[in-house]
């Protein structure tokens, strides 16, 4: 049992974490509920309630479809890169061949990279392919970013998943293809979830490449089109609808973790205790 | 069905060999149980039958086949893992079913097979359940189902009882050795308790430091060890082994002098590798705890002073210290009131009497083909 004194400061540090992490979170959702000078007071709550800014941002530019395009291209990364992931861990998780430890250290080493450091590079890639402010392009430069990682969390469950299954498996005339997607893939679906999530979020919050790699307003991604958001004259930043637009892409993500939470946490523990 | 023969069958992880030369046959419909110590290499052999270790040379044969080079399912195998290994996600008739609808069957003639075999197993009430809702009993159960539902040449069982608890392991064995009335099937089991290996085989396989030490009936294990480590390894409680040299060598009779000045004459018929054996030799004689006979002063081989008594109700199980260096232990009837300190005095018959040659550690040759009465 803890003492009185003990849980007073387990409350009290709770409780600041808490308001750390939610401030920001919280103090847009404020903003974006005030309008013209009310933005420019420190009021922490609001007096208030002005919808006008979520009106808005969906008239003013195309954000519906930027967030069509965000889902879209986080959807379409999720997928291809857990089909691929799905594949390589196996190979790296189950099947002994040579050179896999300086594979898998390889691909550990290339999550390391900087996104600066690969821009231009991918920018003449992505070009040459003529994937150049199109979606394609998007999804295809965020396997670079989300592949490494979902590779490593998926190799190290696959690793986790007991021998004599597989060679059951095999003796029950399974091929490799049977193995991986019909007897690992149903038992590693809290790892693809986790994974999964992770790699959205990844691709749903990405900058650079998306900014980079887009030119026209239609073709641009959620936070891309929040940071180039523009007001009446080129010296105003509307601020209201920057915060209107932060917490309506905000939402969707929230909403999934919620979904998935259950998942989540027993992908985190899965293969941590006997079962 | 299922004959298998291997030949020269040499396995090695890296640099380390771990099976050295096995040569074995086991004819078709033979219940072989693999027996030996952990480490001793038993799982390796039965996972190169199964086809999941590559041979590093020789051969198998399965059905005058050779398999060496055929992948598991092509073998015609089955095994039935410690772990069971079954499927977590797929319900028991998925599970049994698995391999069938990676061929060609019929839905019906698939259906049918796992009916016969859930109903053989006694597991068709749970086809619907998933593994994680069934007792270890049952899982083992349909782990057996998922192997017979195959139609193999033959079962491969790796050590399928270990983790059960004592009562539930006594019952799966009954229900194994109903299967093998039942199936007709060569089957080849793993364990590394004795007990298994006595009731359910036909065929024993005594394994130890990759090497066979003697292949036989139970029985015949039992009565005629070849050496020292079979002796040891088959009955329980372990055989006594006793320090003993030779005083007198002739006419197939050979006297042993045995602690306390007293001497034993056995009959034995010397082996040829054996004839470095004389007068002033040292050797080993092994006796049971169950063949030690109590006894009166004058009659007696073995006297001593008792250590310890240990009750087991049916019988008691006497720690009898004959020498400085020397415990054996006995075997009486629960109904004997024997105390520690008492003296005892201990006799044998000489068919039960066993001679081991004491030169090389691990395998003492068998000195003595004594016929048992």
């Keep these: ?275 | 069905m299922g004959k298998v023969i291997l030949s020269n069958v040499k396995k090695s992880f890296g640099r380390v060999e771990v099976l050295h030369d096995i040569n074995l046959e086991i004819k078709k419909n033979e219940f072989t149980v693999f027996v030996g110590p952990s480490g001793c290499g038993k799982s390796t052999l039965l996972r190169l039958i199964a086809g999941l270790e590559d041979v590093t040379e020789g051969q198998i044969l399965i059905d005058d086949m050779d398999v060496t080079m055929l992948r598991p399912a092509k073998r015609k195998v089955a095994m039935v893992f410690q772990s069971y290994a079954l499927y977590p996600h797929m319900t028991v008739y998925e599970n049994m079913s698995f391999a069938l609808r990676r061929t060609k069957y019929p839905k019906e003639e698939i259906h049918r097979r796992v009916m016969d075999a859930a109903e053989v197993l006694q597991v068709t009430h749970l086809l619907d359940r998933q593994p994680k809702q069934l007792s270890g009993g049952q899982r083992q159960r349909v782990a057996i189902g998922r192997a017979i539902i195959r139609d193999p040449k033959v079962f491969l069982f790796d050590e399928p009882l270990s983790n059960l608890d004592a009562s539930l392991r006594v019952k799966m064995r009954m229900r194994i050795a109903k299967l093998k009335e039942k199936l007709n099937t060569t089957m080849i089991y793993v364990t590394h308790d004795q007990v298994e290996a006595m009731t359910l085989a036909d065929k024993i396989v005594v394994m130890n430091s990759g090497n066979i030490e003697q292949v036989g009936s139970p029985l015949e294990l039992y009565h005629h060890p070849r050496n020292k480590f079979v002796a040891g390894f088959i009955g329980s409680p372990k055989m006594n082994f006793i320090k003993v040299s030779v005083t007198a060598l002739k006419n197939d009779v050979v006297t042993l002098s045995l602690p306390h000045d007293r001497s034993l004459k056995l009959p034995v018929a010397l082996p040829k590798t054996m004839q470095d054996m004389g007068p002033g030799s040292s050797a080993e004689l092994g006796i049971r705890p169950e063949h030690l006979i109590v006894c009166d002063a004058a009659s007696s081989l073995l006297t001593g002073c008792i250590q310890t008594v240990e009750h087991l109700g049916s019988e008691l199980y006497v720690y009898v210290r004959i020498a400085d260096d020397q415990n054996i232990l006995v075997r009486v009837p629960g109904d004997k009131n024997f105390k520690v300190g008492d003296t005892l005095h201990l006799k044998a018959l000489p068919s039960d009497c066993h001679l081991f040659h004491p030169k090389s550690t691990i395998s003492f040759e068998r000195f003595s083909s004594v016929s048992h009465g």
Excluded at chain 1, 57 to 76: C, D, H, W, Y
Aim: charge should be positive.
């Design chain 1, 1 to 275: 049992m803890l003492t009185r004194k003990a849980r007073f400061f387990l409350y009290l540090g709770s409780l600041i974490i808490v308001i750390v992490s939610l401030f920001p979170f919280y103090w847009a959702v404020v903003s974006s509920l005030k309008s013209g000078s009310e933005l420019f007071r420190t009021d922490f709550f609001p007096s208030t309630f002005a919808w006008k800014n979520y009106v808005q941002i969906f008239k003013e530019q195309p954000f519906g479809r930027n967030i069509l395009n965000s889902l879209g291209v986080a959807t379409g990364t999720v997928l291809i890169c857990l089909s691929l992931a799905v594949s390589a861990a196996y190979a790296l998780g189950r099947v002994h061949f040579k050179g896999r430890s300086l594979l898998l250290m390889t691909i550990l080493s290339v999550s390391m990279f900087p996104q600066v450091a690969v821009l231009s590079g991918m920018f003449e890639l992505i070009r040459s392919l003529g994937l150049y402010n199109n979606h394609f392009g998007l999804v295809f430069s965020y396997m670079v970013l989300t592949l490494p990682f979902t590779i490593w969390i998926l190799t190290t469950f696959m690793r986790q998943l007991p021998k004599e299954i597989e060679e059951a498996a095999i003796l029950d005339g399974a091929s490799s293809a049977t193995i991986c997607f019909r007897i690992f893939l149903p038992l590693l679906w809290p790892a693809l979830v986790t994974t999964g999530l992770l790699a959205f979020i990844a691709a749903w919050n990405e900058f650079l490449f998306a900014l980079t790699f887009t030119v026209e307003s239609k073709a641009r991604t959620v936070p891309v089109a929040i940071a180039l958001m523009t007001g009446a004259s080129e010296y105003e930043l509307p601020w209201g609808n920057i915060m209107a637009a932060s917490v309506v892409v905000t939402v969707p993500l929230i909403v999934l973790v919620l979904i998935f939470q259950k998942r989540i946490v027993s992908g985190l523990t899965a293969g941590a205790v006997k079962g």
